[in-house]
């Protein structure tokens, strides 16, 4: 709903209009408070301007702090800047929203914006502060960590380095050591082959040579096998040699029976059976010694292992830290804050426009204009106000407070003490750790001093294969080296910043310009009501007009109410009080006090009743509004007529 300004009297109702009345020329005057009918074309123009350039200001506010491509950023701005544009051109509801942001910003609402802007502060100052003296102190403890371990591993690599050089040595050489062993294990095999071979006896009915529980018992059960055998092979070739003797002598003798005769030594093969005396020394007299298994085992295992790869692996990890961003956030906190102003401004022209009791309690121009024409007509006013209703009435050109206006100044000087509070409080730590940091700094510098001496010669003498092989190995210990290294954690000593003058500036004055807006805010809420009143005349005159018929009922109200009270009063609370001033004025202390609007009224405006007996003391005002008559002693038969409401109505054109 929009209102629409008409046609107004010569006189002008508002000081606004007034003082432009006499600055301005006629022209400039007709165009801003003229009909809307005049000068269509220029308030289309003027509007379109009014509402590109508010567009601007407003973009700026909104969209500053938002991330977009520069593309993103001139089509948004042109297309935001066009329907400002037609705004204004069209819309008095919106021009007069944008004026009404700059009353607002020294409200609440900027208040609220200027809050956004210390919290900023705070964090790029004492916040960001002390984690960053946090983060120097923690960074210099690391670095003291890590100053003691580089020198533990600098004393524990000279330690491990002849260790680490027999492996990086083998490592090198795997190749020729793989030969090498390679070689051990083809040697070996033969010795493997004697030792587990089934060859050198008779498998038949040995049984007990597989299964033996242990390498010693199998190869000395085969040792014993083997020793039978070549026993009974002595045995078969004597017999076999005997035998062959017979034949040859058989057939050298041809003559029977001399032959028989003769040859019958050859016949003696028993004394071959003389060999199996050896048998029992197989048994007890077996040369194997009594270790020799396990030994084999253990030396078996050894040349299975040798042949084995080596390999080494090397894992590097990598961490990352993702922060926050506050400042993103907080520079949407500032653009969602102005377009709560906007929406503050505009929701104070949309009541102003609906409700005709939102912030009506102003004594205009206008206000003073019907009361004065009232006043000359004889007819019923309201000025000067009776105390009571000083109480629900604002003097818009008043420099006091009104008692109404008061609650939102301390509400919001509340809300400043608890933020100055709180950035106390933050200054108070950073300033703390500020002083902790630096005296660390000062008192923690420390020197340090690593000296080591190494030499080792190692000899190994021979040309065997395991003399090789130790050589190649062992050989790399014999290494000489000397350390003497001087250091200090200088570097590693924290480093705390102080927060400079910009930093107290960006804090303190945003707090100051609050403390400002919080006396400032109780007359720039009362400039709204003017603004609003420029771009809809004809709804703030019936807004006043309500007003005035609204007051002029409540004082006749009042006023009969006090009449029937005073009637009443005359037997119990007059009397009781009417003894206590007697006595009070006896002692030299008079008291005048209004019996109709309870105030304390001074000695020279005291109107007080000529009748005789009657002490009732009445304030110049509520004396004429009573007609000159005490209620109070007159009989209740001569009260006239109650107050009527038949001139309380104004209706005024103009």
Known sequence: ????????????????????????????????FGPLSEFPVVRRLTGAVFGALSGVGLFFGLMHNIAMTPVQRVVVGCVFVGLCSLGGMFSSLFRCSVLLMFPSMIGSQGRTFLMVFVLHGLYQGPIANIQHNVQDVASSMGCNIDLQITHSKVMWRMLTEPYVQVVQEIVNDSEEFQKESQNVSKKFQKIRDEVMGRYGYDSLGKESVHTANSTQEEYVTKTRARCDYVVQQGISRCQD???????????????????????????????????RVMTTWCTEKIPVEGNFGQTFDKLNDSINRLAEHFTTNVVLKEKTVIAEKIAGVINFLLSFTFITVFTSAFGYVRLFCRDIHFDNVYITTYFRQIDARRSRAGKRHLLPLKKVEQESLINPWSLSIHPSELMPVIVGFLQVASLALFVCVLLAVDGILYNIFDLIRRHTFTTYSVTSVHHADIVIGGDSMLARLLRKTIGAFNTSSNLDVQSSNLHCLPQPHALSQSNYLWIFTPLLLMCLMCCLQVYTNRLRRVITAFYFPKREKKRILFLYNLQIQKRISFINRQRHLLRNQKQTFITVLSVLLALLKRVGCRLHWCWVCNRFVRQNQAVECSSVGCTVIYCQQCWTDLDNICYACLPHKQCGPQDNSSDSDVYYGC
């Not at 629409?4 to 400039?28: F, Y």
């Not at 005997?242 to 003798?253: D, L, P, V």
Request: charged share 20%.
């Open 1 to 32: 709903m929009e209102c629409v300004r008409e046609t107004r009297c010569k006189t002008p109702h508002s000081t606004l209009e007034q003082v432009c009345k006499r600055i301005l020329p006629p022209g400039v005057h007709r165009f801003l």
């Open 241 to 275: 040699w005997f035998s062959n003797k017979w034949e040859e002598c058989m057939n050298t003798i041809q003559a029977p029976l001399i032959n028989n005769f003769l040859c019958i030594p050859m016949q003696f093969h028993f004394l071959c059976d003389i060999m």
